[in-house]
């Protein structure tokens, strides 16, 4: 299903306070939005610490799997800012202060405000492209097919912008939602599977959500061929049709 | 660090809807927040698609390294529902309609209502302790150190309570947050670098966020002797109240 042409990437999530729960973090959603947008798919997301070797194993897990590979978190200027460096170990490549990240810190710092932790953030993989930073400046970078950003979702955010461009990008997925207007999973679930399986080239998923007042479910059609998503969203609306609930979750 | 008398826990959330982005995951922060205030250190998260292999894979790969796996999402009646079948095949168990799961959808549904479908629900793998779910009745379960929950939050988050009870325990974590009143990453940070090296018992964190109005630091002692925590934030105080700064990010 789905696999035509199709651009894959995953996301690594880089940070201590993200796994004690003291940040909650919201830049995997508006990754896999964004690159659902674009027309590549989000296949894997991972979260680990701020351990060198923990996130070293990680990169190369994805990088290698997918053909992209975008991390957030770990670049700012103190000690447990640890990702370029495990970027450049994982990638096997040098590391050293870069003149032209430094060059755009300086559109930001007077000379004398170039901390050594400061210049810590222009320590770029050799061979990076660098990606701009519009919000405090210190970029971010892409080396080969992976993709390192800021964990402040509102640099990672403008960063993204910036790097999209770049990106190969596949056919776009097609989406059609149904709602099943108060008719309970439990009651159209064997028949959706019977009809998930009679229409391979698109991906069904049913989704509830609980309100308090009930649950509410939506069927999801996704795919890249518009007359195999109507296909089977016809299907779909005329199974409801003939079926009736209580309104009942599950 | 911190690595005398810990209990460890991984998070696999499962479901394409997560990684297209149309839904956004609200558990991983909730369940890292839950663990950390039991004394459970979350160690790693991952969000996989609704693919056999890659579920099995992944619980597999948690179960083994982790105390606890947690995992969210896929427990329903359609047929993207399949975590109970994969953590059957990942401990190589078998699986089967659960009289015990059946009696607990009984108290909702009539016999009538108790369709092929919703007996999805009371699949459970063997040997399992069943969680009770006490929204929409349907459990999840614990089998080994593999914890099976729902994916809609208001249900997992009953369930977690559940099975709150039956886990083991370490010493909790303390937390010191220190305030940096405006001084940027960039002023502390080398400071801060060779503090955190002396102070080998504790962790120690800076966080920026971003308010529009400008970034905000924070510094965090992590640890799991109030002594070794109360040394370090005095020692951070101390650096800090040395320092001034102009306020800026990083």
Do not use: W
């Not at 222009?122 to 390192?148: D, K, Q």
């Amino acid at each position: 299903m789905l696999e035509a042409e199709t651009i894959t990437a995953a996301i690594l999530v880089i940070g201590d306070e993200i796994l004690s729960g003291r940040t909650k973090d919201k830049n995997i959603g508006y990754i896999a939005e964004y690159l659902t947008n674009l027309g590549i798919d989000l296949r894997e997301a991972r979260v680990v610490p701020d351990v060198e070797e923990e996130v070293v194993a990680a990169i190369n897990a994805l990088r290698k799997r997918y053909d992209y590979l975008f991390t957030t978190g770990g670049i700012g200027p103190t000690h447990d800012d640890i990702t370029a460096d495990c970027v450049a170990r994982a990638l096997d490549v040098g590391i050293d202060q870069d003149e032209r990240a430094i060059a755009m810190m300086r559109e930001r710092y007077k000379p004398e405000e170039l901390t050594e932790a400061r210049l810590r953030m222009a320590r770029i993989p050799l061979g990076a492209e660098l990606i701009e930073n519009p919000i405090s400046r210190a970029p971010g970078f892409m080396i080969g097919n992976v993709i390192t950003m800021a964990g402040v979702p509102s640099i990672m955010q403008a960063m993204l912008d910036n790097v999209a461009p770049k990106l190969r990008t596949g056919v776009r997925v097609e989406v059609e939602t149904i709602d099943a207007h108060g008719l309970p999973e439990g009651i159209y679930g064997t028949e959706l599977a019977k009809l998930d399986a009679r229409h391979p080239q698109v991906s069904i998923g049913s989704y509830p959500s609980f309100t308090g007042a009930g649950f509410r479910n939506q069927i999801v059609v996704r795919g890249r061929e518009r007359g195999a998503i109507d296909a089977a969203a016809d299907e779909i609306r005329k199974l409801l049709a003939q079926m009736t609930g209580d309104g009942a979750p599950g």
